[in-house]
């Protein structure tokens, strides 16, 4: 592991003297078994108090205590190069919830005690970069080389955050649950209400941005019960749909191969956090209302299993759904437009259309919605996967309009109406909201038509 440290930090490891008992910890070790890159490495110093190791660390760089209560020292030696520093403790549950611990820093424990707190083998893994030495008292590389998710103590039930952080390493890292770890986080899917919503929330986050396969983040929810704490998707389960056009059986199958279809995009891979987080939870969402519409009818002599409606009256419990998860405004008008424009690909696009539905999407936009439609197109195995049939027109028109990364901007504005001389007042804003209709349908598509619109609107 030494090949891949930042240099500064290895030298800091190697030379100094007082770190003998340094090791690299948690994540980093396990991102390198696995061949992922790793972006943060964490260090556990053994054998030093906490004011002896700020002072040894303060010979290298500025020094930040950010941590004390839990033994964390943040190291700086350059500009954005910032290295997390901890000693060893003992958490102790003394009360219910995520505050409810006892943390008490021992640097003399040794590192099989310390590796015990943590919660699934594969994060217990330690390297000792002074022998090139790895460290691993749990098995956690074999069941890394087994793709197996085992919690590393008794202990585990204490925090029950460390069950949704199972559902997204299962989800991250392709992992399926030991039997023993299942029953575990079912023994406390009661303790669900202890959890603070920024840390349900980080959880979430992390498997809408990260998975490889979500799927399996999903399954895990469900095998522990713990999906009966999202009931807008635990309702998914068993809602029936029409096997001519959904041949891989029910809502929740489908919503679960539509994720992964999106998470093996190479183009949503390339996103920025926030909209790789934004176009995930809409595919995961986007058939949040089948279970309300969905009902079997005959149709042309053939009795068949409808939804109608379903796109629109998802948008609403897509809010619901992540005003519980606490999300960012921000993320709270992304999500549902997705989610209630799901199926605009179905009619023949024209301009018209392009341009109310980028507007209809907003903050959304219609290259984001694309990733929706192709996920959506693509979680319907065996049928093959790629994007609709509709899609490419849409896109191709919408690029010539050059709306398909933003909605369209008024053309008129206020200071339009200014010039003709009239005055501010309440009739300013239903002749902008008309103006803007008018462009939008077509009526005019530069400043010049909106003037001529205006001087005809006002003549009326």
Not at 269 to 280: F, N, P, S
């Amino acid at each position: 592991m030494n090949e891949t440290l930042p240099a500064p930090l290895l030298r800091i490891l190697r030379e100094t003297p007082e770190f003998q008992g340094a090791f690299l910890v948690g994540g980093c070790v396990r991102d390198w078994l696995l061949g992922v890159p790793v972006k943060d490495f964490d260090v556990e110093i053994f054998g030093l108090g906490y004011e002896r190791m700020t002072n040894v660390l303060a010979r290298w760089g500025r020094t930040d205590i950010v941590g004390r209560s839990f033994g964390v020292v943040k190291l700086t030696v350059s500009p954005g190069e910032t290295y997390d520093f901890t000693l060893p403790r003992r958490d102790s549950k003394v009360a219910p919830g995520h505050r409810g611990f006892q943390i008490n820093c021992d640097p003399d424990l040794s590192p099989e005690e310390a590796s015990a707190r943590r919660d699934f083998t594969i994060n217990s893994l330690m390297w000792d970069p002074r022998r090139n030495q790895l460290l691993d008292f749990h098995q956690g590389q074999a069941d890394l080389k087994r793709r197996l998710l085992r919690h590393t103590s008794a202990a585990f039930p204490e925090d029950p955050l460390r069950v949704l952080r199972g559902m997204q390493f299962a989800a991250r890292f392709r992992l399926t649950a030991a039997p023993e770890t299942l029953e575990l986080c079912r023994s406390i899917a009661d303790t669900y209400r202890e959890l603070a919503v920024e840390r349900v929330r980080e959880e979430w986050f992390k498997w809408a941005s990260k998975s490889v396969l979500p799927s399996a983040g999903l399954n895990f929810l469900r095998q522990t019960g713990w999906l009966a704490h999202f009931p807008e998707v635990g309702a998914l389960v068993g809602v029936p749909q029409d096997p001519e056009w959904h041949p891989e059986g029910d809502v929740w199958t489908h919503t679960l191969h539509c994720c992964d279809a999106l998470a093996e995009l190479p183009a949503w891979q390339q996103l920025d956090e926030a909209t790789r987080i934004a176009v995930m939870f809409a595919v995961l969402a986007h058939d949040f209302a089948k279970p309300a519409c969905t009902f079997a009818t005959e149709k042309h002599g053939q009795m068949r299993i409808v939804s109608p409606g379903h796109e629109p009256a998802g948008a609403p419990i897509a809010e619901i759904f992540l005003h519980r998860l606490g999300a960012s405004n921000d993320l709270l008008a992304r999500v549902p437009p997705l989610v209630a424009n799901h199926l605009a690909h179905l009619p023949e696009p024209t301009p018209r259309s392009i341009r109310r539905l980028a507007n209809r999407l907003a903050p959304a936009t219609i290259d984001e919605l694309a990733f929706v439609l192709i996920a959506d197109s693509s979680g319907r195995p065996p049928l093959a996967k790629g994007p609709p049939d509709g899609l490419a027109p849409l896109l191709a028109l919408a690029r010539e309009l050059k709306l398909q990364a933003e909605a369209p901007k008024p053309i008129l504005l206020g200071r339009h109406l200014l010039e003709r001389k009239l005055e501010p007042g309440p009739a300013f804003k239903a002749i902008l909201t008309a103006g803007f209709e008018a462009q939008l349908d077509g009526v005019f598509t530069d400043l010049e038509g909106a003037l001529r619109w205006l001087d005809a609107y006002l003549a009326d």
